[in-house]
């Protein structure tokens, strides 16, 4: 029987670094329990009227916070605050798909346009490492805004 995946990350502040992945994958924060959200409402801000509401402390409303696909189909992505800071690469990395299907150098600059957005968004380019076939397609190393590292693959 096969399992059903969420991923953690450690971070500073889970609100910005969610914000980031939800770019990154398309993902979007889900609502509070028992809210329905209208159309356009920003969940973020539904959470910490949430927060408030059930008495969390304004210091703790930030510890928190999660990502789901909204195709229900790729893993729930959680976000918790920690007091340390990263201090080494990681164990276990994402590779982002960025370009299904492309080869050579079509593949190639499709990863820069979206290595290129990422940056935009507060990632970190590391290196790019060129295809070398039959054994890798080519991709591109980056960090996350809090150093946690990914591939555009």
Not at 96 to 114: F, I, N, Q
Not at 119 to 143: C, F, T
């Amino acid at each position: 029987m096969s399992r059903h995946i969420q991923i953690t990350f450690d971070a500073h502040d889970p609100q910005a670094l969610s914000s980031f992945w939800s770019e990154v994958m398309g993902y979007v924060h889900p609502g509070p329990p028992g809210v329905d959200l209208p159309e356009g409402a920003d969940p973020l801000a539904a959470w910490d009227d949430f927060l408030a509401r059930v008495g969390v402390p304004e210091e703790e409303r930030n510890s928190k916070s999660a990502l789901e696909d909204p195709d229900g189909l790729g893993p729930r992505l959680f976000f918790q605050r920690v007091p340390e800071d990263k201090v080494a690469k990681n164990r276990v990395h994402l590779d982002v798909r960025a370009a299904p299907g492309l080869e050579g150098d079509e593949r190639m600059a499709a990863l820069e346009a979206e290595c290129e957005r990422l940056v935009a968004l507060g990632a970190r380019r590391l290196r790019r490492d060129e295809p070398a076939p039959p054994m890798s397609a080519g991709y591109i190393v980056m960090q996350d805004p809090e150093g946690n590292e990914f591939c555009l693959d």
